[in-house]
């Protein structure tokens, strides 16, 4: 991520969301979608509830398909995205939409990559004249590239490297639990890595990736489908479509063995421990019963983990849970379903293994009620909605989707499936994905205490 640091088709035709059913008490995000001869696909949700728009451009790549040896790259280049061009050099994209009241950011995930861009509806014309024109060309230099290759590894050690427990929850334990190299390396990258990046290695990039046939144009806001489309066919219908090397299959089975890995830590104060289960595949009938036992289990105070290992056997300070580094919606390959806890020094982490083992057979077993089902529903659903107001989030989730699923109108369906989930979907998810053989842990503990352990027993002694 760029400036916040991580802890940051039919051709031609118009399809329009407007068709869905309309359910009484259910808010249908519109949605109408076209794409352009040259392969860029541009989705619209039209909203005149403020005179502002959100424009969020994703890219079909991230940190899965960047060039071996060459890890982090994809987002060195996300920054690299921002160094100008020969018609608008260094600044200038700052200034046109900060200038003018707006904001702009950019991400790098597994499977995307995104940039965005809020401001007042009277920027938009500006905004999608400065992303067309950065999908156009680069200006990039040996200058340019050098200076971002030390914002980044600066962005590694405030973030990672300096950090109390250093994102071990989701960039080590990926390491660990999975075994393709697409799927496990280090998307932040090594310092040497990032060094022996270059000038090849970014136009190549650009050119293979940064087409317009491999990216999602999502805006959301003041302005019709019909405004919309016109000025994305003025300014990108003219960018021609590159070609975009093949996928590569980064599909993974399930594990079928625990991992458990020990880690110390030089500047945590507390124990802590992430145990994370390989999830079901996008799009899979246990997508959605996973996302809302994820929510049952850890999702905020009144979850079964919180409730169970933090209030009622006190081993744990907090437990909190991610979804790899985006939602349990917004992934195009393998990813996981991590709870990360802090844990009281005067208990270990196999006792806040066993206390979650206990939390999940007892959902295996029993299933939940429909009391506490319909209570997660609620709270999914509304942080749904939620997420969704802001024009500069609806406008990137609304692309993401498009990207991911190939269908953006997914952002009306997310709730149905939610709803849809029952208690017996909850218990084949728990037994089939949280099973231990599929869990990957790591018990991170800080520096001084393991040396202050006592010493195991030699062998034979």
């Not at 680069?138 to 109390?164: A, G, H, S």
């Not at 979850?303 to 933090?310: P, T």
């Amino acid at each position: 991520m760029r400036r916040r640091l991580l802890p940051a088709l039919l051709g031609g035709l118009l399809i329009t969301a407007s068709a869905h059913a309309a359910t009484p008490d259910r808010w249908q995000v519109p949605v109408s979608v076209k794409k352009l001869d040259n392969g860029l696909t541009v989705v619209v949700s039209e909203d005149h509830s403020s005179p502002t728009v959100g424009v969020s451009m994703v890219y079909h790549v991230g940190m899965r398909l960047e060039p071996k040896n060459r890890t982090g790259f994809a987002h060195l280049f996300e920054h690299l995205m921002f160094e100008g061009t020969p018609n608008a050099k260094e600044g200038v994209f700052d200034k046109v939409i900060t200038g003018g009241g707006g904001r702009n950011n950019g991400s790098t995930r597994p499977d995307f990559t995104n940039y965005i861009e809020m401001a007042p509806a009277s920027a938009l014309e500006p905004i999608l004249w400065l992303e067309a024109d950065r999908m156009k060309t680069l200006d990039f230099n040996p200058v340019t590239l050098k200076n971002q290759q030390d914002v980044v590894k600066e962005e590694i050690r405030v973030n990672v490297k300096n950090q109390p427990y250093g994102g071990f929850m989701w960039i080590d334990i990926g390491q660990q639990a999975f075994n393709k190299w697409e799927n496990n390396h280090d998307g932040y990258g090594s310092f040497k890595d990032l060094e022996g990046a270059s000038l090849d290695d970014v136009s190549s990039f650009h050119r293979d990736f940064y087409g317009p046939n491999n990216a999602v144009l999502g805006i959301a806001g003041d302005v019709t489908p019909d405004q919309a489309f016109a000025l994305a066919q003025k300014y990108f219908g003219g960018i021609p479509a590159r070609n975009t090397p093949k996928r590569p299959d980064v599909k993974e089975g399930l594990n079928t063995a625990e991992k458990r890995i020990q880690q110390t830590d030089a500047l945590a104060q507390v124990p802590a421990v992430a145990a994370a289960w390989k999830m079901p595949e996008r799009g899979s009938k246990d997508q959605a019963a996973m996302a809302v036992l994820g929510d049952v289990l850890a999702g905020g105070d009144a979850s079964r983990f919180y409730q169970g290992i933090v209030k009622g056997r006190e081993l744990a300070l907090n437990v909190e849970s991610l979804y790899g580094l985006t939602s349990p919606w917004e992934y195009d390959g393998p990813t996981l379903f991590t709870v990360f806890a802090l844990y009281k020094p005067t208990t270990n982490a196999d006792a806040v293994l066993a206390a979650m083992d206990e939390e999940i057979a007892k959902v295996a077993k029993d299933g939940v009620s429909d009391a506490e089902l319909k209570r997660v529903k609620t709270h999914m659903l509304a942080d749904w909605y939620n997420g969704l107001e802001a024009f500069i989030s609806r406008a990137d989730t609304v692309a993401k989707l498009q990207t991911l699923w190939g269908d953006a109108n997914v952002v009306n369906k997310i709730p149905t499936w939610i709803e849809g989930v029952t208690s017996a979907d909850l218990q084949r998810a728990a037994k089939t994905y949280l099973a231990r053989t599929n869990r990957t842990v790591i018990d991170r503990v800080p520096t001084a205490m393991a040396k202050a352990a006592p010493a195991a027993p030699a062998a034979g002694k």
